[in-house]
């Protein structure tokens, strides 16, 4: 019977709502799961520690949101978000150069930065607005982003400035010329940017690749 058609665990036990935690790989048994968390923290010295317990040393329940299985019993996934949380805090600089290496991996484009090449300013350099974090729920439009301003030449010392998530959402979408014909043609609306804010992108495009906005006359024929 394939896999995903069982409608019991090895060990006998149903695949039920309440049972059934799902993975990256298909389906998990929770009651296995237990058993196998009790023999861990039993072979650590510590049995029943994460078993009988219901909730964290922080007074979070262990539910089925809040509880994440590892290697040696159960972690709590609110305190987990607070150590992450606490440590971005202490060091936003890592926290933007590790999500930048990242996508690097992702696009196979160049990564030559360091933590200490990451300068994050007080205002987004593109629209002039305060850059704050958001601590919860993702990055939200004035979050601070490392920003690739020729995106084929990777993230390069040369290359990098940390802009609001906004302006670098906005940025992804063309390039310099499509940005430039579409503020000639007083198409903001339609592309759902503002006509201020394209004013402000294609001028702060302009400084950072040494562009005119003049086009070049081609010799071709």
Known sequence: MPRGQKTHCAQGHLYDEANTRRTANGRACRACGREHARKKAQAAGRPGVY???THCPQGHPYDEVNTRFNKIG?????????????RNDANPQQMLWANAKKRARRYGVPFTITP????????????????????????????PTVDRVVPALGYIPS???VISCKANALKNRGTLEWFERSLKEGLGSRRRITEEELRLLVEWLRLRTGSTGKKRRSSAR
């Open 51 to 53: 078993i009988e317990k």
């Open 74 to 86: 159960r972690a709590c996934r609110a305190c987990d978000l607070a150590r992450q949380t606490a």
């Open 116 to 143: 200490e090449d990451i300068v994050i300013p007080e205002v987004c350099p593109v629209f002039g607005t305060p850059l704050a974090r958001k601590r919860r729920g993702g990055p939200g439009p004035d979050s």
């Open 159 to 161: 290359n990098i400035a």
